[in-house]
C-alpha cells in the first residue's frame, strides 16, 4: 500500500517540522525545558520517518540514544543550572532580520540541490537496503572498521574530557 | 570510661557482594510471611469485630455523669469551661429564673453544656478540677461524626454517653483517703 | 505523486533551516545546542534518504557514526556550559563577552 | 473463522492486531490492579499483618462457601482502589507548571504500556502469532522505549516546582542513564549467541538450547538489579524515598494522576518482568514437555500464553518480596554499583562469551 506509506510520510514530516519549529521558534514560551521537549518529539518522529526508510535499527538507536540519553542529559544540565525563561527583550530585531534573511537564502540553496537530485530507486528488493541489521553490522564491521575503532577511542577521550571538565577545583 | 568502640571494620569481599545482607534479608522476610500465612500469627487486630481492651487511667472523651439516683451532678460552676486548654466546653448556666437542679442537694444545674469534641485534646484537666465530679474521661476513643456540628455534643448528649456513676459519690474517696491516713502508723505530736 | 528521495531531502533541509535559525535567534547556550542537535538530525535524515534510495548502507553506517559523536559531543558540549555557567552564572550568550574589547 | 477468510490479509492483520493490542492492554491493566493488590498482601504478611480483606461487593453474598474466602483474600479491593483514585479531589496546586503537570502521569504510563507491544506473550494462536509486533530490532525497540519512561518522573519533578521534587526527578534522570547502560550492556551476550534482535528468534534458541538464564547468570544478575533500578522498586527507589524526599516525584500529586504514575511503575514492573522471563527464562516454553515447540493446537496455544504468564508472575512476586528484604541504598552507592561493578562486569561478561562464541 504505498498511498498508505505516504501519508505516514507526511505525518512524521509534519510532525518533525512542527516540533522542530517549536523547539527553536516557539511564539509561546522561550522555556529551555519546553524547547527541549519539543526536541525530543522532533527525534521521535525522526525516528518514524527512518522507519518509513526501512533503517529499523537506526529508527531504535535513534530513541535509544538520542531521545533516551542525549536529550535526557540536556534535560538534566537544564534543571541542574536552574535556567530561567530566556527574556524576550533581549531578542533584537536586526539579529532576527538578519539571521531569517540568512537562514532563507541557505533554504533556497537546499530546495533547489534538492530538488534536481537525481530521484533514485525506492529500493527494497536487493536485501542490501531493507534495513537488516545484520547486514548493517556486516557493512559495519569489515568497511567500516577503523573508523568504528577510532569512534570509540573519541568516545573514551570525551568521557575523560567531560570528567576532567566538570572537577570543580581544576587548577 | 565507659565507652563502647564499635567494630567498623572495612567490609570484607564476602560482605561487599550484600550476598549475606540479602540472604539475612530473604531469611528474615520468609520467616515472617510462612508465620503469617500458615500458622495465622498475624498481629493486626480485626477492628470493628475485635475491640481494643482499654487500659485502665486511659483518657478517652469527657462525659458528664448523673449520681446514683439518676439526677445531674453538675451544677453549673463553669470550673471546667474556664481551665479547659482548647476552649472546647460551653456552659449555660441557668441564669435567675432557671430551672433548678434536679437534685435535692444542689442549687442549680447547667442549661446547656456543651464540649466540642473536635476541640478537645482529652486532657482530662476538666475531671482534675470538677469539685461534684460530675465530669469524666470514659473510655471511648471512637468518636466519629459526619458534620462539624453533629461533634459538638450537648448536655443531653452528654448524660446519656456518660450514665450513671452509682459508686462514685461526692466527696466519698476523699473521706476514705482521710481515714485511711487517719489510721496511718505515724505518731502525730 | 510517490513519496521520493526529493521530499526527503526538502524535509531536511527544512529541519536544517530551523536548526540554524535556532542558533542564530535564540540567545540561551542550551537552545543553541539544541539547534546544532537539530541540524545533525536533519543531516541524519538525508543520509537515511539516500541511502535507501541508493540500495547502499554506507548512509546508514555514517548516521550511525554521527549519532555516535553527537552523543560524545553533547556530553562534551554540555560539560563546557556547566563549567561557563559555575564561572559565569550565566548561560546567555551575550553575557560572555571576554573577549570582546 | 470461515468468514474471516474472505477479507483481504490487510484487513485480517489490522483486524487481529487491533484485537492483540485490546487483549494485552486489558491484561496488562488488570496485571496492573492485581499486582497492587498482590504488592499490599504479600507486604501485609511479610509484616504479620493481614492485608486488604474487606472489600465485597454485593454479590459475593450470593456465593456459598468461596465468596468470604475471595473477600478475605481481597479480590475486590483492586475495584474499590480504582473507584476512590477516581472520586478523590484532583488537586492542582496553584504554584506549579501546569501543561507539564498535567501531561508528565500521561508520559509516564504510555512508554510503560508500550513496551509490551513486542514481547512474544505465547506461541501461536491458531495461524496467529502471539506478538503485537514482531519487529527484528525487538529488544533494542524496548530499550528506546523504556529509556523514554524518565521523562514523565523528570518532568514531574520540573513541573511540580518544589524542592523535594525535583531532587526525585533529578536523581531518577542520573539513576535511569546509568543503569540503562548496565541494562544494555548485560543482553549483548545474548545477542552474540542468539545472532539475533528478535525477541521470537531468542525465545526459539532458547526452547533449542536451554534457558539463558544457566548459560549467562551473570547478564541474568545484572539485567534484574537493573531492572529494579530501572523501575524505581527497592532497593533502589531513590527517586520517590519515601524518609527523604516524602514522595519525590509524586508528592504533589493526588487522585488519578497520582494513580497514574502507581499504574506506570507496576505496568513498568510488568514490562521487565516480561522481558526478564523472555531473554532468560525460556519466554513460553517449558522444557521437558510437549509446550517447548510452537503448535498449531488452540489448547497447547493457550497453554503456552498460561506458562509464560506464570513465569512473569514469578517475577513479580520476586519484584514485591525484595522490596522488603534490603533497605534502601545510598545515592552514591547506587551510583558506585551501577559505575564500577556492573558496567565492568557486563563488559567482561561480553568479552567472555564473545571468546567463547568465536571459538
Known amino acids: 500500500m504505498p498511498q498508505f506509506t505516504d501519508l505516514l510520510f507526511f505525518a512524521f514530516a509534519g510532525m518533525a517540522l512542527l516540533f522542530g519549529f517549536l523547539t527553536v521558534a516557539n511564539p509561546v514560551s522561550r522555556n529551555p525545558v519546553t524547547s527541549a521537549m519539543f526536541l525530543v518529539l522532533t527525534i521521535i518522529s525522526l525516528a518514524g520517518l527512518y522507519l518509513l526508510l526501512h533503517a529499523f535499527f537506526l529508527a531504535a538507536v535513534q530513541v535509544l540514544v538520542y531521545a533516551g540519553a542525549v536529550m535526557v542529559l540536556f534535560l538534566f544540565v537544564i534543571m541542574l543550572l536552574d535556567i530561567k525563561e530566556e527574556e524576550r527583550r533581549r531578542l533584537k530585531t536586526f539579529t532576527v532580520g538578519v539571521g531569517s534573511v540568512a537562514v532563507a537564502a541557505l533554504l533556497g540553496i537546499l530546495t533547489v540541490s534538492a530538488l534536481s537530485a537525481k530521484p533514485g530507486s525506492p529500493a527494497g528488493q536487493t536485501r542490501l537496503a531493507i534495513g537488516d541489521t545484520a547486514e548493517l553490522g556486516k557493512v559495519l564491521f569489515n568497511h567500516w572498521l577503523l573508523p568504528f575503532e577510532i569512534l570509540s577511542v573519541l568516545l573514551l577521550v570525551a568521557m575523560v574530557g567531560v570528567i576532567l571538565l566538570s572537577k570543580k577545583d581544576l587548577k | 570510661m565507659s565507652t563502647k568502640v564499635v567494630d567498623r571494620s572495612p567490609l570484607t569481599f564476602y560482605e561487599r557482594t550484600y550476598l549475606p545482607a540479602i540472604l539475612g534479608g530473604l531469611k528474615v522476610t520468609a520467616k515472617h510471611f510462612a508465620d503469617t500465612v500458615f500458622k495465622g500469627k498475624s498481629v493486626t487486630m480485626q477492628y470493628p469485630e475485635e475491640r481494643w481492651v482499654v487500659p485502665e487511667g486511659y483518657r478517652g472523651a469527657p462525659y458528664l455523669v448523673k449520681d446514683q439516683e439518676g439526677a445531674t451532678k453538675c451544677v453549673s460552676c463553669q470550673l471546667c469551661e474556664f481551665v479547659c486548654p482548647p476552649k472546647a466546653i460551653r456552659i449555660t448556666p441557668p441564669g435567675a429564673e432557671g430551672q433548678p437542679a434536679d437534685r435535692h442537694n444542689a442549687e442549680k444545674m447547667p442549661k446547656e453544656f456543651e464540649i466540642n469534641m473536635l476541640r478537645c485534646i482529652f486532657c482530662g484537666m476538666c475531671q482534675e478540677v470538677c469539685p461534684e465530679e460530675a465530669i469524666f474521661l470514659q473510655k471511648d476513643y471512637s468518636l466519629t461524626g459526619e458534620s462539624r456540628s453533629e461533634m459538638v455534643f450537648n448536655k443531653e448528649k452528654l448524660l446519656k454517653l456518660g450514665g450513671t456513676h452509682a459508686g462514685i459519690q461526692k466527696w466519698k474517696h476523699k473521706l476514705e483517703e482521710a481515714e485511711t491516713q487517719e489510721t496511718f502508723p505515724v505518731q502525730t505530736r | ?101 | 473463522m470461515e468468514s474471516l477468510q474472505y477479507l483481504s490479509p490487510t484487513t485480517q492483520f489490522v483486524l487481529f492486531s487491533a484485537l492483540k493490542i485490546l487483549v494485552v492492554f486489558g491484561v496488562v491493566m488488570t496485571g496492573v490492579a492485581y499486582a497492587v493488590l498482590v504488592e499490599r498482601k504479600v507486604s501485609a504478611w511479610i509484616q504479620d499483618r493481614v492485608g486488604p480483606n474487606r472489600t465485597s461487593p454485593f454479590f459475593v453474598d450470593y456465593i456459598p462457601v468461596i465468596g468470604p474466602f475471595l473477600v478475605r483474600l481481597g479480590i475486590f479491593q483492586p475495584m474499590a482502589d480504582g473507584l476512590k483514585f477516581m472520586l478523590k479531589e484532583d488537586f492542582t496546586p496553584s504554584y506549579v507548571r501546569k501543561i507539564y503537570f498535567w501531561l508528565a502521569p500521561a508520559i509516564t504510563v504510555v512508554p510503560a504500556l508500550m513496551t509490551v507491544a513486542v514481547i512474544p506473550f505465547g506461541s501461536t494462536l491458531g495461524s496467529e502469532k502471539m506478538v503485537i509486533a514482531d519487529l527484528n530490532v525487538g529488544i533494542l525497540y524496548t530499550f528506546g522505549i523504556v529509556s523514554l519512561g524518565v521523562y514523565g518522573i523528570v518532568l514531574a519533578g520540573y513541573a511540580s516546582n518544589s524542592k523535594y521534587p525535583f531532587l526525585g526527578g533529578i536523581r531518577s534522570s542520573a539513576q535511569m542513564i546509568s543503569y540503562e547502560i548496565a541494562m544494555g550492556l548485560s543482553v549483548v551476550p545474548i545477542f552474540l549467541l542468539t545472532e539475533s534482535l528478535n525477541l521470537g528468534d531468542i525465545v526459539k534458541y532458547q526452547a533449542d538450547h536451554g534457558w539463558m538464564i544457566l548459560k549467562q547468570p551473570v547478564a541474568f544478575v545484572i539485567f534484574l538489579i537493573a531492572a529494579f533500578a530501572e523501575t524505581n522498586r527497592l532497593p533502589f527507589d531513590l527517586p520517590e524515598s519515601e524518609t527523604e524526599l516524602v514522595g519525590g516525584y509524586h508528592t504533589e500529586y493526588s487522585s488519578m494522576k497520582f494513580a497514574l504514575f502507581f499504574l506506570g511503575e507496576y505496568a513498568n514492573m510488568i514490562a521487565s518482568s516480561a522481558m526478564m522471563v523472555t531473554l532468560f527464562c525460556g519466554g513460553w516454553t517449558l522444557p521437558g514437555t510437549l509446550l517447548s515447540t510452537p503448535s498449531s493446537s488452540l489448547l497447547v496455544g493457550l497453554l503456552h500464553i498460561g506458562v509464560f504468564l506464570s513465569k512473569m508472575a514469578v517475577f513479580m512476586i520476586v519484584f514485591i518480596w525484595v522490596r522488603w528484604m534490603l533497605p534502601r541504598f545510598r545515592y552514591d552507592q547506587l551510583m558506585d554499583i551501577g559505575w564500577r561493578r556492573f558496567i565492568p562486569v557486563a563488559l567482561a561478561n561480553i568479552l567472555l562469551t564473545a571468546v567463547v562464541v568465536a571459538l
Open chain 3, 1 to 101: 505523486m510517490n513519496v521520493g528521495l526529493q521530499h526527503y531531502l526538502i524535509v531536511s533541509g527544512l529541519l536544517f533551516s530551523l536548526g540554524l535559525l535556532g542558533v542564530v535567534v535564540r540567545r540561551n547556550l542550551l537552545v543553541i545546542f539544541m539547534g546544532l542537535e537539530l541540524m545533525l538530525n536533519a543531516a541524519n535524515l538525508s543520509l537515511v534518504a539516500f541511502s535507501r534510495y541508493n540500495a547502499n548502507l554506507d548512509g546508514q553506517v555514517m548516521v550511525f557514526f554521527i549519532i555516535t559523536v553527537a552523543a560524545a559531543e553533547v556530553a562534551v558540549g554540555l560539560a563546557l556550559i556547566v563549567a561557563l555557567y559555575r564561572k559565569r552564572q550565566t548561560a546567555h550568550v551575550e553575557d560572555l563577552t571576554t573577549l570582546k574589547l
